[in-house]
């Protein structure tokens, strides 16, 4: 069975510095990886996604995530963080042939003056 | 397009009272989905249903059930209420079930169950 990992349960940040949270899956074949953000009191938003092909990924609000196979990961990061990226962020892997996801248990970003 | 609707937003319940949590997506998905979002747990699958007619289990289904008769609505029903029912509910919808669709959420419903 697949499987998710956020080692990070919190992670506070200065505005304006670079930010790194890490994700580990579990997953025999080549997994769909996915981050999402969640604001307070909201649904989850999808920031990027993988699939196969380029493994450094785009996405919205400047977020990139890379695809590392050898270290079963799939981290984001953002060059320099801005306030209003204080959330929870999720990393979640879907299978080929298979609707459903897998969410990690989240990290939560606190950006500091 | 509204996306995926929830209704209510917020609900006490006393325990072993009933409710139905209602869900509606306007995207003509096949795919809905229900999660429950506990503290420092991240999702939980409850339901999903890949089309009008079809539901089956996820992960955490006990206390829960689901219909799906047309492709727009999901609700979810709460038979017996009780306190480890209380959490925040998503509903999501997918377009199909390639493993790399984008799920789409709803804004949630917050359950307390006392």
């Known amino acids: 069975a697949q499987s998710v990992t956020q080692p990070d349960i919190h992670i506070t940040v200065s505005e304006g510095a670079s930010l790194e949270l890490r994700c580990n899956y579990s997953y025999g074949a080549t997994p769909y990886l996915f981050w999402y953000v969640q604001s307070p009191g909201q649904g989850l938003q999808l920031l990027l996604k993988?699939?196969?092909?380029?493994?450094l990924v785009q996405g919205i609000k400047g977020f990139e995530a890379e695809f590392k196979r050898s270290q079963s990961s799939f981290n984001l990061r953002k060059p320099s963080v801005h306030w209003s990226d204080a959330a929870e962020y999720f990393c979640a892997v879907g299978e080929s042939g298979y609707s459903t996801l897998t969410f990690g248990k989240g990290t939560m970003l606190l950006v500091s003056p | 397009n509204a996306g995926v609707t929830q209704t209510p937003k917020f609900r006490i319940l006393k325990i072993g009272q009933s409710m139905t949590l209602q869900c509606a997506q306007d995207m003509n998905h096949n795919y809905m989905y229900w999660y429950r979002q506990d503290p420092g747990m991240g999702l939980k699958l409850i339901y999903y249903s890949v089309g009008a007619g079809i539901t089956d289990k996820g992960e955490v289904p006990n206390g829960y059930n689901v219909s799906r008769s047309t492709t727009e609505d999901f609700p979810l029903r709460l038979e017996l209420a009780a306190p480890s029912q209380t959490s925040v509910y998503f509903c999501?919808?997918?377009?199909?079930?390639?493993?790399?669709?984008?799920?789409?959420f709803g804004p949630g419903t917050r359950l307390t169950v006392t």
């Open positions: 999501a919808s997918s377009y199909s079930r390639t493993g790399g669709d984008e799920q789409y």
């Open positions: 993988y699939f196969s092909g380029d493994t």
